[in-house]
């Protein structure tokens, strides 16, 4: 019978495997990796799986300081926000 004591000891169980979140890679016969296909259709959102193409993506843009601007790509379904951008330029708006 094993009581008390350190995580060492004997007695002690493995910690558990860790979970896999995304399925493993797939490579070809040259060991790379093989990207994965996008459906045909078009893309789908991740929060609301619901079909999203270029036409009805919702975009906000804003100038947060003189030249600095950002993106967000958001779903019109849900509202997720599915990709954001930020960049700088040389001209602004406010000028």
């Excluded at 007695?11 to 045909?40: C, E, F, I, Y």
């Excluded at 967000?72 to 960049?87: D, G, M, N, Q, T």
Aim: glycine letters at 8%; one cysteine or more.
């Amino acid at each position: 019978m094993v009581t008390g004591g350190a995580a060492g000891d004997r007695g002690a169980r493995p910690p558990p495997p860790p979970k896999v979140l995304a399925s493993p890679a797939r490579l070809d016969q040259n060991g790379r990796m093989v990207p994965r296909t996008r459906r045909p259709e078009g893309s789908q959102c991740r929060s609301c799986r619901k079909e999203i193409d270029w036409d009805n993506l919702r975009r906000v843009d804003r100038e947060v300081q003189p030249r600095v601007f950002e993106r967000a790509y958001v779903c019109p379904h849900c509202r997720a926000v599915l990709e954001f951008a930020s960049w700088q330029t040389g001209v602004s708006r406010r000028d």
